[in-house]
């Protein structure tokens, strides 16, 4: 009964990754702030631009800062899934900005000028990985991170997604060690050879306030982008 009704007060965003929801009680978490971690190439920004073009096909907005590849670069990769954000930005529905690293001092501010801007109910940020490039001090990032995090938790309508980037075979989840900690949840995405075959996993390690699956899934990438299929009993 008392798990009953709080499924029911919690809002869930369904990502619309074919999969994902179900494994995650519907969605997650409206207003939460959501960690996708992984090297290069696991997939994280296409994860990034499915979640924001999911919510646009649902008459939801999204804004996503992306930190390092240009706007115009992610549009025309997205294309090949078939996913014209150009359209919903002149409708004023979404937005597609960069961010210049050497300005992460004012993320915050613009990230949340974003926000209004379109009213976003979706926001994905890509990614904290270049946060060092001009913040020597370790600690300063971690104060920028935090800063960050705790603007983004003042948007309980919008949903986010923070990507960080972690080196290949890196034991640790995320590239400055503090994002799990200000974060929601935390999703891991995978790239393992095995003997000669490659294969995509994920691995939801943390979601507040959700009941979520513990397995190890398998997804692909296709010309429709993430899907994910049924656990690998023994990895
Ligand atoms: N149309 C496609 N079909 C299958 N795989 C694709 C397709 N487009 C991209 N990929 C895969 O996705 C990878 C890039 O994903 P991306 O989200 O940019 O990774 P990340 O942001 O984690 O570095 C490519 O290296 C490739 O393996
Ligand atoms: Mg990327």
């Known amino acids: ?5 709080l ?3 919690v809002k869930r965003i369904k990502t619309g990754i074919p999969g994902l929801d179900g494994l995650i009680e519907g969605g997650l978490v409206q207003g939460s702030v959501n960690m996708i971690t992984g090297s290069a190439g696991t997939g ?6 499915q ?12 804004v996503y800062i992306s930190l390092e590849e240009s706007p115009e670069d992610i549009k025309e990769d997205m294309k090949i899934f078939g996913w014209d954000f150009e359209k919903y930005e002149k409708k004023g529905l979404c937005k597609i900005i960069y961010h210049d690293p050497a300005q992460v001092n004012n993320l915050s501010t613009v990230m ?11 926001l994905v940020i890509d990614s904290t990985s270049v946060f060092g490039l001009n913040i020597e001090n370790p600690s300063q990032i971690r104060r920028r991170l935090f800063g960050l995090a705790s603007a983004l938790k003042k948007h309980t309508d919008t949903t986010a997604i923070i990507i960080t980037e972690i080196p290949e075979d890196s034991k640790a989840l995320s590239r400055w060690g503090v994002e799990e900690f200000v974060v929601d949840s935390v999703l891991i995405l995978n790239y393992l050879g095995i003997g000669e075959e490659y294969s995509r996993s994920l691995m939801i390690r943390k979601m507040r306030r959700t009941d979520h699956g513990k397995d190890i899934y398998p997804f692909e990438i296709s010309n429709k982008g993430i899907s994910l299929g049924t656990p690998k009993m023994n990895l």
């Open 51 to 62: 979640f924001i073009w999911n919510g646009l096909q649902k008459g939801e907005t999204g």
């Open 112 to 122: 949340t000028e974003e926000i209004s801007n379109v009213d976003a109910n979706r």
């Open 1 to 5: 009964m008392v798990r009953q009704l």
């Open 44 to 49: 994280k920004t296409i994860f990034g631009a």
């Open 7 to 9: 499924y029911m007060s």
